[in-house]
């Protein structure tokens, strides 16, 4: 299957600071990049979805000023997440889709991220 | 408002034995299933999906049925394996490009 790439898999940063995370389809173009959260024990929750060369679509409740979204190229999107807090503790997981691949998304493996 | 649900957070099944994991979904404007692995620490991987035109599909050990009326779907794995233990989860789109709604998981585990 397709693979996408997700780095890093786990950053422990201070409050404060902001940390990016990069996702990046290796070998296709990701026409659209979904970003999710994962809570222990729970479900995925959709961030946001992003579009190469426009705006990301933030879901309700998602600040977007808090998490930046770019998706510069068809095969890397980047969540920035700013002014971390120890609330932003979590598993993030990026997943990309092409038109020419059918409906599956495939996803990156995930990045733990721990503010202390 | 949980559009998509697994109602059992749980599942043990003896090697060998068949597996059936179980989802329900409320929204009628999906159109496009499918299921997901994941391990801990791990993105999901995609197993198979099937679309609202179908009632089955298959793909080696997995088959999933879609019953459209009752808005339920459900995942078989026969014969279940031990590597098959890790966590399940269906999703839904309202097409095959949309943006997923994953349920909350089912974790199996396939004993030996």
């Known amino acids: 299957g397709a693979v996408v790439s997700q780095h890093p898999s786990w950053v422990i940063c201070k409050s404060g600071t902001s940390v990016k995370i990069e996702c990046r389809s290796l070998?296709?173009?990701?026409?659209?990049m979904f970003w999710y959260r994962q809570f222990p024990k729970q479900s995925l929750m959709l961030m946001a979805t992003?579009?190469?060369?426009?705006?990301?679509?933030?879901e309700q409740g998602v600040e977007k000023d808090k998490f930046l979204i770019n998706h510069a190229s068809l095969t890397l999107s980047t969540l920035t997440v700013t002014s971390a807090h120890p609330e932003d503790s979590s598993f993030y997981i990026c997943?990309?889709?092409?038109?020419?691949?059918?409906?599956?998304?495939?996803f990156g493996q995930g990045t733990r991220l721990t503010v202390v | 408002d949980q559009q998509v649900k697994q109602n059992s957070p749980s599942l043990s099944v003896q090697e060998g034995r068949i597996s059936i994991l179980n989802c329900d979904y409320t929204?009628?404007?999906?159109?496009?299933f499918l299921w997901y692995k994941k391990y801990p620490a791990e993105g999901p991987t995609f197993l198979i999906s099937?679309?609202?035109?179908?009632d089955k599909n298959e793909d080696g050990r997995f088959t999933v049925f879609l019953n459209k009326s009752a808005k339920h779907l459900s995942l078989h794995i026969v014969p279940s394996q031990p590597g098959d233990s890790a966590v399940y989860f269906c999703?839904?789109?309202?097409?095959?490009?949309?943006?997923?709604?994953f349920g909350t998981g089912t974790r199996l585990l396939v004993s030996p």
């Open positions: 997943s990309a889709l092409s038109t020419l691949l059918g409906g599956e998304a495939f």
């Open positions: 070998d296709f173009q990701a026409t659209t």
């Open positions: 992003s579009n190469e060369g426009s705006k990301a679509t933030y």
């Open positions: 929204n009628s404007m999906f159109d496009y």
């Open positions: 099937i679309s609202s035109i179908k």
């Open positions: 999703a839904a789109s309202p097409t095959g490009f949309q943006k997923l709604v």
